[in-house]
């Protein structure tokens, strides 16, 4: 979706064919403020005075400007999704939804705000040996090698090979 920015607001971007005319309305504000111009100068300018706009009338009727969240919220996923989820944050030791949040927090570049038992760095160890033996073939064939994987890591091993989409046995 194309947005537009200004004074920490963001706007939406859209074309009407039949009108001829861009339109948006800012997004993230309790109320709706909308805005529209023939050229993509014009929707610029009409959006940055929309905003402003908004901001006199919220400091003359003395309501606060930003829209309000619970801090509640549900995705979809998949159930394997779900699966893996759930099982990572098994193996960090916390709930999927601590870990949901952390994942999160870091996708927005935003540390958690609560203390919370999530490791802030998970700590490295030195990988196990995986390999039985050193492949002996070039990328691209079909040979089949076999592999020592660590209970844990054997949900991780399962999405990678989906992904690429290679058979795997136990």
């Known amino acids: 979706m194309n947005t537009l920015k200004y004074k920490g607001y963001i706007g939406s971007v859209a074309y009407s064919e039949p009108d001829k005319v861009f339109f948006g309305k800012i997004e993230g504000i309790d109320g709706l403020v909308n805005y529209e111009g023939e050229s993509v100068q014009e929707l610029?300018?009409?959006?940055?005075?929309?905003?402003?706009d908004y901001l006199i009338f919220c400091e003359e009727h003395n309501v606060k400007p930003q829209k309000s969240y619970t801090g509640t919220f549900n995705v979809r996923i998949s159930p394997e999704t779900h699966r893996i989820i759930a099982n990572l944050?098994?193996?960090a030791g916390i709930s999927i939804?601590?870990?949901?949040?952390k994942a999160l927090c870091e996708a927005a570049n935003k540390p958690p705000k609560e203390t919370s038992p999530i490791p802030q760095?998970?700590?490295?160890?030195?990988?196990?040996p995986s390999m039985i033996m050193e492949p002996q073939f070039k990328y691209g064939t079909t040979n089949t090698i076999k592999l020592a994987i660590p209970n844990k890591d054997l949900s991780l091993v399962q999405e990678l090979a989906k992904r690429l989409g290679w058979?795997?046995?136990f």
Do not use: L
């Open 167 to 169: 058979d795997i046995s």
């Open 121 to 128: 760095e998970y700590s490295y160890q030195e990988p196990e």
């Open 97 to 101: 939804n601590a870990f949901v949040k």
């Open 44 to 52: 610029t300018a009409a959006f940055k005075e929309a905003v402003d």
């Open 89 to 91: 944050a098994t193996e």
